[in-house]
């Protein structure tokens, strides 16, 4: 399977974006799909992610309440839904894909796609 993140632009503090991570066909195999962020001179961090196999969602920290991640299995799509943005969100914003339940770490996850740029101005 792969996967295609969009969504990304340039909008101001206090702004909302929906990325989507769109997968080429649907997999019985993936268990988590996640989405990571990097930032410049920063190291790959995990934002949030949906674990098919108990429909639970998990959050950074930072992101919860503003973020909120969501489904829709018709179009094998995961959406990000960001709210009240701020100039740390400033990232490049990844979808990956795990076999395993639970899956925090960027080494969990076999299947990645390519990022979307999301940019917060002050």
């Known amino acids: 399977v792969q996967l295609q993140a969009s969504g990304g632009g340039l909008v101001q503090t206090g702004d909302s974006l929906r990325l989507t991570c769109t997968a080429s066909?649907?997999?019985?195999?993936?268990?988590?799909l996640g989405w990571f962020r990097q930032a410049p001179g920063r190291e790959r961090e995990f934002v949030a992610s949906?674990?098919?196999?108990?429909?639970?969602?998990h959050y950074l920290d930072s992101v919860k309440g503003r973020f909120t991640i969501s489904r829709n299995d018709a179009k094998n799509k995961i959406y990000l839904q960001m709210n009240s943005l701020t100039p740390e969100d400033t990232a490049v914003y990844s979808c990956?894909?795990?076999?395993?339940?639970?899956?925090?770490?960027?080494?969990?996850?076999?299947?990645w796609g390519q990022g979307t740029l999301v940019t917060v101005s002050s």
């Open positions: 990956a894909g795990s076999p395993r339940g639970g899956a925090r770490t960027p080494s969990d996850f076999p299947t």
């Open positions: 066909r649907r997999s019985f195999v993936t268990r988590t």
């Open positions: 949906f674990d098919f196999g108990d429909d639970s969602s």
